[in-house]
């Protein structure tokens, strides 16, 4: 992106909006997922994985975007893109989180928590960061989670849990 320069009452104004979209739409997610603690490892598989792909259009949407402002030079677009970004795959990391797994399951969940519980700070960091549109923050979230990207993935997969890993 070229360095173009946005007001400051602007670059706020967006940044508000960002942050309470992600706090509903985290919201909405915990309330739905709740459900999720189920009985048997195969019912809960099934759960989270339909959950997890409800948001991998979402995430192609968000990319498409982010592509199109990027060759439109787009700089509002350009960082709303990643600002929905960030703030999607927050909401599906937490839905992941707040699920309690079966006995049998609970160790290898323990782990792919453990590792997404690890990634949120970046993502909020990220968020914040399209928010005021910083192109070095937005780098470099995405430089750190495509860094750890293929654990997380082979950590939920390991879990059973394949459409919130590596098929998204």
């Not at 967006?14 to 195969?42: D, I, M, N, Q």
């Not at 797994?101 to 519980?117: D, E, F, I, T, Y």
């Not at 910083?134 to 997380?152: F, L, P, R, W, Y």
């Amino acid at each position: 992106m070229r360095g173009t320069l946005i007001s400051r009452e602007r670059a706020q104004a967006f940044g508000l909006r960002v942050c309470a979209a992600a706090a509903a739409a985290c919201c909405v997610a915990l309330l739905g997922v709740s459900a999720a603690s189920a009985t048997s490892p195969a019912r809960f598989r099934a759960q989270l994985n339909a959950l997890c792909r409800t948001y991998t259009p979402k995430f192609k949407a968000a990319e498409t975007a982010i592509t199109k402002a990027q060759s439109a030079e787009d700089p509002l677009a350009y960082y709303a893109g990643f600002g929905r970004f960030f703030s999607l795959v927050l909401t599906e990391d937490s839905s992941i989180e707040i699920a309690v797994p079966p006995a049998p399951l609970k160790a290898v969940m323990a782990r792919s928590v453990g590792a997404l519980k690890s990634a949120d700070p970046v993502l909020r960091a990220g968020v914040h960061a399209a928010g005021v549109y910083d192109a070095k923050g937005v780098a470099s979230t995405v430089k750190k989670m495509n860094a750890v990207g293929g654990s997380i993935n082979r950590s939920l997969d390991a879990a059973g849990l394949r459409d919130c890993g590596s098929n998204q």
